[in-house]
């Protein structure tokens, strides 16, 4: 299963809405999408499973949304500290893919 | 606390052999599947392997299908990645990720260690 993020950056100021992309190329349900961010320096931390779910401790600025082949991940208001990459992984079936990333800069 | 320790990168050359290990505590190992996940320098991530809480399934990226085995020892907390026949393209950080189960992704990660094939 192969999976695209878009856009590659996003370059936002503070306050701003985020909206990230992440599409699978065959249907892999509602339950089978996670994303994380990934820090320079810091190991990668889930956000959002089961396409939707925040993980424990996520601000709930942070959404995530879609079933089948198109999800989305949104950060309603843009903070400082949420300049990292963002990616998203399938565990529909082997091998567990990820996208490629987005990277989201604060301006 | 929960805690994974990767181990076992460094410089080697191409076509030669390397074995990481991930040691775990802090949380009942043997009830967990452990992954490998790598990044290329300036690249994303790219999952590589996993192995079923008990040793007896493994799955591994089509990438790496052929030159690497994945490993565990569940009496010591650990998990090996045994890499072969290694390439330039397979240098990165090597992390061990522990599986959130129902899909909830890779909850715990190490902080990684670093492979770099090279002559």
């Known amino acids: 299963i192969v999976v695209t993020q878009s856009p590659g950056t996003l370059s936002l100021s503070p306050g701003e809405r985020a909206t990230l992309s992440c599409r699978a190329n065959?249907?892999?349900?509602?339950?089978?999408l996670v994303w994380y961010q990934h820090k320079p320096g810091q190991a990668p931390r889930v956000l959002i499973y089961h396409a939707s779910t925040r993980a424990t401790g996520i601000p709930d600025r942070f959404s995530g949304s879609g079933s089948g082949t198109d999800f989305s991940l949104t950060i309603s208001r843009l903070e400082p500290e949420d300049s990292a990459v963002y990616y998203c992984q399938q565990f529909a079936g082997s091998p567990w893919t990820f996208g490629q990333g987005t990277k989201v800069e604060i301006k | 606390q929960v805690q994974l320790v990767e181990s076992g990168g460094g410089v080697v050359q191409p076509g030669r052999s390397l074995r990481l290990s991930c040691a775990a505590s802090g949380f009942t190992f043997s009830d967990y599947p452990i992954h490998w996940v790598r990044q290329p320098q300036g690249k994303g991530l790219e999952w590589v392997a996993v192995?079923?809480?008990?040793?007896?399934?493994?799955n591994y990226g089509d990438s790496v299908k052929g030159r690497i085995s994945i490993s565990r020892d569940n009496s010591r907390n650990t998990v090996s990645l045994q890499m072969i026949s290694l390439r330039p393209e397979d240098t990165g950080v090597y992390y061990c990720?522990?599986?959130?189960?129902?899909?909830?992704?890779?909850?715990?990660w190490g902080q990684g260690t670093t492979v770099t094939v090279s002559s």
């Open positions: 192995i079923s809480h008990d040793g007896t399934i493994k």
């Open positions: 990720a522990k599986d959130g189960l129902d899909y909830s992704g890779l909850d715990v």
């Open positions: 065959q249907s892999i349900g509602s339950k089978y």
